[in-house]
C-alpha cells in the first residue's frame, strides 16, 4: 500500500467511541487501534485527538445533587478519563507499541511560549515513537476557555505539528448539501478553499455526547486548508476508515477540503488560532481591509486605523475589525496603542502590525 501522508492528526469522535446508552464502544476502539498501529509500524507519525472521555464518564456515574453543566463535564471528564486511556494503552500494548496521553487547555495555547513548550512535548514523544492521545483537560477548564470541540483541538494540534493532513471521524460520511436525515441529501465529496455555498446547507445540529457539529466541523476544516493542511471527514465507524483513506488507490466516499498550496509560517499559524487571547481591538478603514485582504504582502499602518476599541501594549494580540463590526485579522502589535495617532503624523509610519505577525481570517 502506498500510503497518502507521511504525518497524520486524528480526530475521533464521540459517537464513534461510544454506544447509544454512552458506554465506551470497546470493539471500536481496539479496531481503530489496529489501524493506527499498522500505520505507526509502517512509518506514518500519527497524533491522536480522542474524544469519548465525558460520554464514558456519564455512563459511569450520576452526580449527587443537582450540578451545573461545567461540573458535572468536570466530574465525568475525570472518571471517564481513566477508562479511555486505560482501553488505549492495552490496546496498543498489544502491538508493542506506547501511548502518552496529553491533557491540555486552550489557555495553554494562549502565549508564543506556552505554543512552543507544547510543540516541543509532540515533537519529543513523536522522535520516540509514541502514539501521543490529546484530550482537553475538561477537569479543570472553565467555559469561556475551553475549545469549541475537540475538532477546534485538533485543527490546532494539527497546525502546531506540521501535519500533512487532518482526518476527522465522526458518525457520518462526511459533508452533505443538505441534513444527512434527508432523503435527497447528497454527499460532497471535495470542498475548494473559496466553496463558501456548503455551508448554507449544513444542519447546525450537536451530537449526542459531543459539544460540536458538522457546522463547526465545516468551518475549522475550511481554516485548517486555508493552512495548508489537507483535512478528510470521515465516517469513522466504516470498516478499516483510516487504511482507505492513507490508501492512495482508495475510493472511500468521504469529504475531502482541498488545501492551500501555500502553508503558514509557525508564527502565523499560532496566530490563527489564538483570537480568543486578544487583548487589544482596533477598527480599520475600507482602504486598509482591501489592501489586508489582498494578495500582497501587506503590513496594517497607523493612517488605515480609524479607532482603537481595546487598549494594548507592545506584543499583545489585537483583533483587526472593519467598519462593518467583521473580523479580518488578528495580529501581534508592533507598539503601545498610545503611539498610533503619534505615528500617524509621522512621514514613514511604522506598521502597527508587520505582515510576518498578522494572519487575515479569508485570504487565501
Known sequence: ??????????????????????????????????????????????????SGAVAAGRAVLRPAKKSDTVSKRQLWSALGQVKLISRYSDF???????????LTTKENFSTRLHYLNMKNCFETLLENKVVPIVNENDTISVSELMFTDNDELSALIASMVNSDALIILTNVDGVYDASPTSKDAQLIEQIELKDSKPEEGISAERSDFGRGGMLTKFRIAKKVARDGIGVHIANGTTENVL???????????????EPNPKSANSVKKWIAYSDDFAKGKVVVNQGASDALNSKEAV??????????????????????????????GVGKANYNSDIIEIEKLSEKQRPTVHYDYLYMENRD
Open 1 to 50: 500500500m502506498q500510503f497518502r501522508y507521511k504525518k497524520i492528526t486524528v480526530k475521533i469522535g464521540s459517537n464513534v467511541l461510544t454506544k447509544s446508552d454512552g458506554t465506551l464502544n470497546v470493539s471500536q476502539i481496539a479496531h481503530l487501534v489496529d489501524q493506527i498501529s499498522f500505520l505507526r509500524k509502517n512509518g506514518v507519525e500519527i497524533v491522536l485527538v480522542s
Open 92 to 102: 496498543f500494548s498489544e502491538h508493542d507499541l506506547v501511548c502518552a496521553q496529553v
Open 243 to 257: 487504511l482507505n483513506l492513507m490508501n492512495i488507490e482508495s475510493n472511500l466516499k468521504h469529504t475531502f477540503f
Open 299 to 328: 503590513s496594517l499602518l497607523p493612517r488605515g486605523i480609524v479607532k482603537v476599541s481595546s487598549k494594548f501594549k507592545k506584543d499583545d494580540l489585537i483583533k483587526i475589525i472593519d467598519e462593518q463590526g467583521n473580523l479580518i
